[in-house]
């Protein structure tokens, strides 16, 4: 049924008929209310906080990043994407646009977000790896950290520890390596001032199949987001779903990385764990 109810049918008995104008007077009252409360709100964040943020998105030109970006431009705020240009740019000159693979090309990532000064938000929609999140919270410290020694990641499995790797981007070798049960941000002190207002990280619920709930029918809280302490318990929830939990375990790496800088040096971040989304512009099918 169109919202607008310009395609309704009249051919029902006259009570039908009343009842689906009915609903469809609600269903407009409805969304009328959400739509003036989400003004109210934007124009009293508007005026709180001002307008022109500067907000810088890693990736932004696919569903949700699009959706995102497309909001943030009519709030009037200068956005910066970062992302590999694989996917056309529907924004054009509203927005600048440095192309770079953050897991290819490291440095240059981290050179671009130095040279960008502060930011008065982040959005990470594609962080995967806890070493890839590492260097962009570094590159956001205000106090060098040059000194500071590469982080290296305890394997999760009991295996040797290794350093992240590109050549095994996308196999489990590559996830066995990279994932971490602290992924320490290493010199990260605590009088580190960051070059971000907040930093918001779209994480997934999937992060609970790494975790002691994994797989669990009934509701969970975020506090049971903890990894098993035994490793035997982590093969355990990889073998009941080896795609969900090195996809988890690599997105709940990412969030340890954001509390351990966090905690050593207050960056300010907010991690979402997002449930199964759908809407315009989804493209799951690529995944599929």
């Known amino acids: 049924m169109e919202c607008d109810g310009a395609n309704d049918s009249h051919d029902g008995a006259v009570n039908e008929g009343s009842q689906t104008g009915t609903e469809s007077l609600k269903f407009k009252l409805r969304s009328w209310r959400t739509g003036h ?17 500067r907000v810088l ?24 994407l970062i992302n590999r240009g694989r996917s056309p740019n529907p924004f054009g000159d509203a927005v600048t646009t440095f192309h770079c693979d953050r897991h290819l090309q490291r440095d240059r990532l981290i050179d671009f977000i130095r040279s960008g000064g502060y ?61 971490s049960t602290s992924a ?6 605590e009088t580190t001032s960051w070059n971000v207002g907040h930093y918001v990280y779209i994480s997934s619920d999937s992060t609970y199949m790494a975790c002691e ?10 506090a049971e987001g903890k990894r098993p302490a035994e490793v035997e318990a982590r093969e355990i929830l990889r ?50």
């Open 37 to 53: 409360r989400r003004e109210k709100l934007r124009k009293k964040l508007g005026e709180k906080f001002g307008k022109e943020k």
């Open 57 to 80: 998105i890693l990736g932004g030109t696919q569903f949700m990043g699009r959706l995102t970006t497309t909001l943030l431009l009519k709030d009037g705020h200068h956005v910066t």
């Open 119 to 179: 930011w008065d938000a982040i959005i990470d929609f594609v962080g995967f790896y806890p070493s890839v999140m590492c260097d962009t919270v570094r590159a956001l410290a205000v106090q060098s950290l040059e000194s500071a020694s590469s982080p290296t990641f305890p394997d999760v499995f009991g295996e040797s520890a290794g350093r992240w790797s590109p050549n095994g981007l996308g196999n489990g070798t590559h996830v066995r390596t990279a994932v």
């Open 184 to 189: 320490r941000a290493s010199g990260i002190g």
């Open 213 to 222: 709930v994994g797989g669990s029918p009934g509701a969970v809280t975020e």
């Open 239 to 288: 073998r009941s779903s080896e795609y969900q939990y090195e996809y988890g375990s690599n997105k709940l790496a990412c969030e340890e990385a954001l509390q351990q800088a966090s905690q050593q040096g207050g960056f300010p971040f907010t991690a979402l764990r997002l449930a199964d989304v759908v809407g315009p512009f989804d493209n799951i099918a690529a995944h599929l």
